[in-house]
């Protein structure tokens, strides 16, 4: 095993429950932290360490992981008095791997280095599926020494691992990620839409053209979960993809970029979100095209 052994891991949600358990299997010793301590139990309960804040989590570790909810949150775990900025052990590594802002990354990268500790940026896709799966994609943004020091852990997480440049650029390529994301989500809804009102009938049409050029894993996994098992529990929450868009929007108008698709299916999840379907998966946007009730 890597020279890295102790991990603090904060956030154990639906991405990071599963992730935090594959790193303990793969016998790295692993402390835990999270909001609600409930959504740990199940670490804890197979060997994982509780700790009562971020700050503990990260002490005396080698690397401190943290997958938590918005950006916010991000700031809140490693910039507060008595965060993980603060309590790291000098050499530590800081591995951000919410998807969160550039900005955000920027910032820590540099109150970490003034701390002589090693932060990167390193946002994932693949959903709750590529977290269970250990298959996860892994953006990667900061140093290249701390990339491959790092490279053994998230070879536990992931298979399809990239440095993709400076502090920020991971969270760059996964808010391009969501951008690609959103539009096949939508325009997979608007085919189910179409279909629909055509008159056809939706599961003939999507044995059709699922196997075809216009076929996406976003069309897959949103017909299979919500159309198919009338699921709409999450795997990726709606008020999680209206984060990414809106992290992309606010940073696209410094780029001096304009992206209509980014903005149209930003609007539509913000209708979601208010009408109380922020919490569901990303299926539910089926609901919002009429596809489905
Ligand atoms: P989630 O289930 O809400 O997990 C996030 C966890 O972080 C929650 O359990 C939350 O606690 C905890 N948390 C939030 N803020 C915290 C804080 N300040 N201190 C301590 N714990 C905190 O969400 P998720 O689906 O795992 O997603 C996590 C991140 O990964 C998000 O940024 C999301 O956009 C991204 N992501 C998700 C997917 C996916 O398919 N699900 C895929 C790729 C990337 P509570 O339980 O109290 O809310």
Same mark, same amino acid.
């Given at each position: 095993?890597?020279?890295?052994?102790?991990?603090?891991?904060?956030?154990?949600?639906?991405?990071?429950?599963?992730?935090?358990?594959?790193?303990?299997?793969?016998?790295?010793?692993?402390?835990?932290?999270?909001?609600?301590?409930?959504?740990?139990?199940?670490?804890?309960?197979?060997?994982?360490?509780?700790?009562?804040?971020?700050?503990?989590?990260?002490?005396?570790?080698?690397?401190?992981?943290?997958?938590?909810?918005?950006?916010?949150?991000?700031?809140?775990?490693?910039?507060?008095?008595?965060?993980?900025?603060?309590?790291?052990?000098?050499?530590?590594?800081?591995?951000?791997?919410?998807?969160?802002?550039?900005?955000?990354?920027?910032?820590?990268?540099?109150?970490?280095?003034?701390?002589? +500790?090693?932060?990167?940026? =390193?946002?994932?896709?693949?959903?709750?599926?590529? *977290? #269970?799966? $250990?298959? &996860?994609? @892994?953006?990667?943004?900061?140093?290249?020494?701390?990339?491959?020091?790092?490279?053994?852990?998230?070879?536990?997480?992931?298979?399809?691992?990239?440095?993709?440049?400076?502090?920020?650029?991971?969270?760059?390529?996964?808010?391009?990620?969501?951008?690609? +994301?959103?539009?096949?989500? =939508?325009?997979?809804?608007?085919?189910?839409?179409? *279909? #629909?009102? $055509?008159? &056809?009938? @939706?599961?003939?049409?999507?044995?059709?053209?699922?196997?075809?050029?216009?076929?996406?894993?976003?069309?897959?996994?949103?017909?299979?979960?919500?159309?198919?098992?009338?699921?709409?529990?999450?795997?990726?929450?709606?008020?999680?993809?209206?984060?990414? +868009?809106?992290?992309?929007?606010?940073?696209?108008?410094?780029?001096?970029?304009?992206?209509?698709?980014?903005? &149209?299916?930003?609007?539509?999840?913000?209708?979601?979100?208010?009408?109380?379907?922020?919490?569901?998966?990303?299926?539910?946007?089926?609901?919002?095209?009429?596809?489905?009730?």
């Amino acid at each position: 095993m890597a020279k890295l052994k102790k991990i603090g891991f904060v956030g154990t949600g639906i991405m990071g429950s599963a992730m935090a358990g594959h790193l303990m299997d793969a016998g790295y010793e692993v402390s835990v932290y999270n909001r609600t301590k409930s959504k740990a139990q199940a670490l804890i309960d197979r060997g994982a360490r509780w700790c009562e804040t971020a700050g503990e989590c990260a002490k005396n570790q080698d690397v401190i992981i943290t997958i938590v909810g918005y950006p916010k949150d991000v700031e809140q775990v490693y910039l507060s008095e008595g965060g993980i900025i603060d309590s790291a052990k000098i050499g530590a590594y800081l591995v951000d791997m919410t998807t969160s802002s550039p900005i955000v990354a920027e910032k820590i990268y540099a109150a970490a280095k003034a701390k002589n +500790l090693h932060a990167v940026d =390193a946002p994932v896709t693949g959903g709750d599926t590529g *977290a #269970k799966n $250990a298959t &996860l994609t @892994i953006f990667v943004g900061g140093e290249e020494d701390s990339f491959n020091a790092l490279k053994p852990i998230f070879e536990v997480l992931g298979k399809n691992i990239v440095h993709e440049g400076s502090a920020g650029a991971g969270q760059k390529t996964k808010i391009s990620n969501q951008i690609a +994301l959103a539009g096949a989500l =939508a325009g997979a809804c608007e085919a189910f839409a179409y *279909a #629909k009102s $055509a008159g &056809l009938d @939706i599961e003939k049409v999507y044995a059709a053209i699922s196997k075809g050029s216009a076929s996406s894993i976003q069309m897959s996994d949103i017909v299979s979960r919500g159309l198919l098992d009338d699921n709409f529990n999450p795997g990726f929450m709606i008020k999680h993809l209206a984060k990414d +868009l809106a992290i992309g929007n606010e940073t696209v108008t410094t780029y001096g970029q304009a992206l209509p698709i980014l903005a &149209l299916v930003l609007h539509e999840l913000r209708n979601m979100e208010k009408t109380g379907h922020g919490a569901e998966g990303t299926q539910s946007l089926l609901k919002y095209y009429g596809v489905t009730d």
